[in-house]
């Protein structure tokens, strides 16, 4: 295997940000490549049981002796050796997406469905963001193995508690629950940071003028995060703050899991979910729920349809609007569980044009983009431009035409 130079900094600062993404590109392949031959080196010394030969209980005793890992790294490998077993697809997958699939597959209440899962769960790891491939392999382990995912809820809700503690100069608030009450809670509060995030920064603007950045804000993202708990019980306590806010949290449910859950629900015996099939259950930030308690909830809430096409795309809402607002804006951000900007994990907070207005790019779901306030601005502001393929896929282009990020390194141009 080749061994690359690493660039000094000055160099670095020569190269185009193409450059310096491909040399990032080049090393983390040589890292899967390596990741995944210990990997199968591993799965083969359990195989042959050489690791008893020096008196080892099992391969990872004898990985943690040969290569000083840490037990649960050697659990690790373990699991991901089987899985390349398996499935010999998998060789070369990016190294978190290897260790969350071998998790996956190491459940016993899944085996046997992995086989004709293979397909969706290997293939999506090359086209998906990780953060959409875990909520994917959540939303596939759960619906291979229902049973085990609605004991998990089931304990998570019983086992709900709350307790504040004073510790010498120190408050700790500490709480667990429920996925359906936890996804109620940080829709709450996150609309409370954004709120000390808009005060904080107005503030700014008033002393700095347009010289106002995040940098020069008078609290960090932390001591906001605080204060913004602090206001959720004052408000809470009837001070009035956020008065006319009300939580809305979006729920995606696929049309095959709902009329099974609810055929089951009815005291029927509905037939297996197709495995090679994404199902989802989930909030718009990917948190699995049972669909026992979103069954519930949509008996008492509100249900809003939404149709999506074979690339996950909301089909247009027919209304001509120059803004993104009401509905078909809910809609956008709810199915975006963060900026659509590579590397980007903010929450979107704004919806814009991605043909731009000012060219006859039309106000339906499929021309707009979510993004955080920085990426908007950023990106009419650099001349950045974006489109979206037939997969869904968003892909983002630099002044000099090449493409932002991993997707330019997929077949046929990022599609």
Partial sequence: MSSLTIPDVETLRAMSPAQVEALARELDGQRRALESGLATLVARVEEAGVFGRDGHRGVRAWGMAACNWSLPEAARFVKAG??????????????????????????????????EGEALLVGQAAVLD???????????????????????????????????????????????????????????????????????????????????????????????????????????????????????????????????????????????????????????????????DVLIAAAVGHVRRVVLDSAGVVVDLGRKQRLFTGPLRDIILALARHCFTPGCHHPPRQVDHVLPYSNAGPTASWNGGPACGHHNRWRATHAYTVRRDQHGHWHHYRPDGSELGWRSTLPMAGS
């Fill in 82 to 115: 089987h899985l390349l077993a398996r499935f010999p697809s998998a060789s070369g997958m990016g190294v978190a997406q290897l260790h969350a699939l071998a998790a996956v597959a190491a459940n016993p209440r899944v085996s046997p469905h992995l086989d």
């Fill in 130 to 292: 990780f953060s959409d491939y875990s909520c994917l392999l959540r939303a596939w382990e759960a619906a291979a193995d229902p049973d085990g995912a609605h004991l998990d809820h089931e304990r998570a809700h019983r086992e709900r508690e709350a307790m504040l503690s004073q510790v010498g100069a120190k408050a700790f608030l500490n709480a667990q629950g429920g996925a359906v009450d936890g996804a109620q809670l940080k829709e709450i509060f996150e609309a409370f940071v954004h709120a000390e995030f808009l005060a904080d920064w107005e503030t700014g603007v008033a002393v700095h003028g347009d010289n106002m950045s995040v940098a020069l804000m008078a609290r960090t993202e932390r001591q906001r995060r605080f204060d913004a708990m602090m206001a959720v019980f004052a408000a809470a306590a009837g001070s009035g703050v956020l008065a006319n806010f009300e939580p809305t949290v979006n729920i995606l449910w696929d049309q095959a899991s709902l009329e099974h859950t609810l055929v089951k629900a009815l005291g029927g015996e509905p037939a297996p979910l197709d495995p090679s099939v994404p199902h989802r259950c989930e909030t718009a930030d990917g948190v699995q729920l049972d669909p026992f």
